[in-house]
């Protein structure tokens, strides 16, 4: 069965300072492993995904997210957050029968 | 300009009143999705359908209902059945990835409000 578990429901972290956003799965098959974000009353927004191609992927707004199998992982980083990443980001994971949603992470930026 | 669009963006209706919330894709996507999301729940899903005429219940389907009679669009009707209907809902369609995964787009969500 598949499962996805976002480990925090908030992250603050100051303007200029990396970002975390942690991220573990369990599937039975090879998944595909997706980050959304959504901002306010906006739907969700892909930011970047994997596919069993490269195990670093790097997103839109200059993030990125590692695949590592042996912690069966796909944490999303940042090296410097911007104010405009205040948001809230969903971990998807799918195989070819379903998708299952994370229950989200906000992100709150400090000025 | 493709995309799926979802109207209206705020919806309010009385107690006991039927409401209809429409999504449309020109995408070219088989597959369409509706979920619901509440606050600190992450997004659960209501229905979906992979093909045209057929859909099947997701994992909160009661007090809902969908059609699915051409491929662009895919309605959700919010019955008087559902106890408590006021939520964000998304409407999302999908295109399989490389290896057969399925990658979703979703539209902008409708916040609907029962009074």
């Known amino acids: 069965a598949q499962s996805v578990t976002q480990l925090d429901s908030h992250v603050s972290v100051s303007e200029g300072t990396p970002v975390l956003l942690r991220c573990n799965y369990s599937?039975?098959?090879?998944?595909?492993l997706f980050w959304y974000v959504q901002h306010p009353n906006k739907g969700l927004q892909l930011l970047l995904k994997?596919?069993?191609?490269?195990?670093l992927v790097k997103g839109i707004n200059g993030f990125e997210a590692e695949f590592k199998k042996s912690e069966t992982s796909f944490h999303l980083t940042k090296p410097s957050a911007h104010m405009s990443d205040a948001a809230e980001y969903f971990c998807?994971?799918?195989?070819?029968?379903?998708?299952?949603f994370g229950k989200g992470t906000r992100l709150h930026i400090l000025p | 300009d493709g995309g799926i669009t979802q109207s209206p963006k705020y919806l309010f209706r009385k107690e006991g009143q039927n409401v209809t919330l429409s999504c449309e894709q020109n995408?070219?996507?088989?597959?369409m999705y509706w979920y619901r999301q509440d606050p600190g729940q992450g997004l659960r899903l209501i229905y979906y359908?992979?093909?045209?005429?057929?859909?099947q219940k997701g994992d909160i389907a009661e007090g809902y209902s969908v059609s699915r009679e051409k491929k662009e669009s895919f309605p959700l009707t919010v019955t008087s059945a559902q106890k408590n209907p006021t939520a964000f809902y998304l409407c999302?369609?999908?295109?399989?990835?490389?290896?057969?995964?399925?990658?979703?787009?979703f539209g902008p969500g409708t916040r609907l409000t029962v009074l």
């Open positions: 994997y596919t069993s191609a490269a195990t």
């Open positions: 599937s039975s098959y090879s998944p595909s």
């Open positions: 995408l070219n996507h088989d597959a």
């Open positions: 359908s992979q093909i045209v005429n057929d859909f």
């Open positions: 998807v994971v799918s195989d070819r029968v379903k998708i299952i």
């Open positions: 999302a369609s999908s295109i399989e990835t490389s290896g057969g995964h399925n990658e979703q787009f």
